[in-house]
């Protein structure tokens, strides 16, 4: 019954190469979130949208690009991975400003850049 | 800058034990979540907190805003509590969240 779902799991990429995450929800919510999780530091935003059309940079941005063109799928570009990219990617979404109703994560892609 | 401070990193209990989490944080804030993930990779929404303390079966949060602490208790605990505890506050206008390193918790039978 997931209301969020990510594609693909895992992947594994050259450097230099172009890759698309893609995060697709259900819920018909407004705000969605990347966040990346690397061991020794917590999970860090990438990227938001709090609208179609309507993103904002998070904290490592540098590197990443995002697209939402309808209200349920919120995608994530490495235009050109490089190994410091390897990492857990997790999309979150939620109903309302500040997670008032709580935050509903993805499954996770576990992307490797070679 | 992680402006989340959780504590321990690392916890081993036996079961049944009475766990304590706890987190602490550097600025003042409206409200704190408290997330779980599995080992399988999974992370889940436990609570969110304002004041107080909440309660969810064997799960307790509680909060002191004036003194940015937050704690999250398992009474009883069992083998499949074991994951990674996470307490995150909302950083940004539009909800984005500032997590903590975690907390992994290990329950041994």
């Known amino acids: 019954d997931a209301g969020i779902t990510q594609s693909p799991r895992h992947k594994v990429t050259e450097t230099g190469t172009p890759v698309t995450l893609r995060c697709h929800q259900t819920?018909?919510?407004?705000?969605m979130y990347w966040y990346r999780q690397d061991p020794g530091h917590g999970l860090r935003l990438i990227h938001y949208s709090y609208g179609v059309k309507d993103t904002d940079k998070g904290e490592v941005s540098d590197g990443y690009s995002v697209s939402r063109s309808k209200t349920e799928d919120f995608l994530l570009t490495l235009e050109s991975a490089t190994s410091s990219q390897t990492s857990v990617y997790f999309c979150a979404i939620s109903e309302l400003p500040r997670g008032d109703l709580g935050y509903t994560f993805g499954s996770g892609t576990r992307l490797t850049v070679v | 800058k992680n402006e989340v401070e959780q504590s321990p990193q690392n916890l081993t209990a036996q079961e049944g034990e009475f766990i304590t989490i706890n987190c602490s944080y550097s600025v003042g804030i409206s409200a704190l979540h408290w997330l779980q993930q599995h080992p399988g990779g999974g992370i889940v929404s436990l609570f969110m907190?304002?004041?107080g303390k909440k309660k969810h079966g064997r799960l307790i949060a509680t909060i002191n805003i004036q003194e940015k602490h937050s704690s999250l208790h398992i009474t009883a605990s069992h083998p499949r509590d074991s994951a990674v505890y996470i307490c995150?506050?909302?950083?940004?206008?539009?909800?984005?969240?500032?997590f903590g390193k975690g907390t992994k918790l290990s329950v041994k039978p």
């Open positions: 907190l304002s004041s």
């Open positions: 995150a506050w909302v950083g940004g206008s539009q909800g984005n969240l500032i």
């Open positions: 819920e018909n919510h407004r705000y």
